[in-house]
């Protein structure tokens, strides 16, 4: 047998080599990293509507009934709030055939308010609210009384001016009574009250607010004399 030449098998051990590594495992080419993104996250404070503060009544009122004194030396008084109403509207009369002012105030003409009942209606979307209030000269002397313009409702931050019907002979129906400073033999808006609970100037103030008012949150605010001013509680 003839010897195989030493060159052929380092050719075939060459060979044999190669083959081995072009057989071998291909690793896959790198990936390319996706970007991702965090999602932002909303405070659940931002996502709550800032809420709208509640009107709230005002500070320091009296309770109904509650007595607010006034006055100085031997000219002193007491003033309160007695009772409230709420009307769609109120009627009302004037036996002196109902003067020109009256009847703006009614909307109508002389020849059909005459001696009749007038319907005093409010503002579109809004009531009276009737605040009953009571001054008693509680001194020695004569005491001026506050007026009717002393007396404003106060509720959601406005005031409100009264609108009572104004005249000395006018005659309220519904069983509303009297107005307030109407039973002074002037009809003025101001006047004096004698010593003595008797001599008291008291009635109804009636005011045109709207509606959806909450009398929890709402006062009659009064500014009795220079020096003092109070504020009551409507319920």
């Not at 010897?3 to 190669?18: D, E, Q, T």
């Amino acid at each position: 047998m003839k010897a195989v030449p030493i060159i052929g098998i380092i050719f075939i051990v060459i060979a044999l080599i190669f083959c081995a590594g072009c057989t071998g495992v291909q690793r896959a080419p790198p990936q390319s990293a996706v970007a991702t993104t965090t999602p932002t996250l909303v405070s659940e404070t931002a996502m709550i509507a800032t809420p709208v503060p509640a009107a709230t009544a005002y500070p320091g009122t009296l309770a109904l009934n509650q007595l607010a004194a006034f006055g100085k030396d031997d000219r002193t008084g007491t003033a309160t709030v007695y009772g409230v109403k709420i009307l769609p509207n109120y009627s009302w009369s004037d036996p002196s055939f109902n003067s020109v002012h009256d009847q703006l105030h009614a909307g109508d003409t002389l020849f059909t308010t005459q001696y009749g009942y007038n319907t005093q209606e409010p503002s579109p979307g809004n009531v009276f609210v009737f605040t009953y209030v009571r001054v008693i000269d509680t001194g020695t002397k004569g005491l001026v009384a506050p007026s009717g313009n002393q007396f404003l409702l106060h509720y959601n931050g406005k005031d409100y001016a009264y609108s009572s019907i104004q005249g000395a002979q006018i005659t309220v129906a519904n069983g509303l009574g009297p107005q307030y400073n109407y039973e002074y033999e002037t009809g003025g808006h101001i006047g004096y009250i004698l010593p003595g609970t008797s001599n008291a100037n008291e009635g109804f103030l009636a005011y045109d607010v709207p509606a959806t008012i909450d009398l929890t949150k709402a006062a009659l605010v009064g500014t009795l004399d220079a020096d003092h001013q109070a504020a009551w509680a409507l319920v």
